[in-house]
């Protein structure tokens, strides 16, 4: 009922940026909090950052001062801007979004993922 297409990521030097977009579609009524996580290989999925639909925001620790969250709302789209990218920032990075469907249920629905690779 609801689908989230991720782009943005990509191969990039040590110190570079990148920006990723997540656009959500389908019966939508209102997209609460909306977030990106991410998952190297061999680890556990993480937390990166998270904005709710006030645009309140919250970063884990490692990526404060580099990375910054935002949405439009009108358009039902996720963004991380990462700045200052480190080797250890790659991972697949996901976006979640929690929705209300036009029916009132509420999902928590993810995206593909979307690969960001960062060499030293």
């Known amino acids: 009922q609801v689908q989230l297409v991720e782009s943005g990521g990509g191969l990039v030097q040590a110190g570079g940026s990148l920006r990723l977009s997540c656009a959500a579609s389908?019966?939508?009524?209102?997209?609460?909090?909306m977030g990106w996580y991410r998952q190297a290989p061999g680890k556990q999925r993480e937390l990166v950052a998270t904005?709710?639909?006030?645009?309140?925001?919250n970063y884990v620790d490692s990526v404060k001062g580099r990375f910054t969250i935002s949405r439009d709302n009108a358009k039902n789209t996720v963004y991380l801007q990462m700045n200052s990218l480190k080797p250890e920032d790659t991972a697949v990075y996901y976006c979640?979004?929690?929705?209300?469907?036009?029916?009132?249920?509420?999902?928590?629905?993810w995206g593909q993922g979307t690969q960001v690779t960062v060499s030293s």
């Open positions: 389908g019966r939508i009524f209102s997209i609460n909090n």
């Open positions: 904005i709710t639909g006030f645009s309140i925001t």
């Open positions: 979640n979004a929690f929705v209300t469907l036009q029916s009132r249920g509420r999902i928590s629905q």
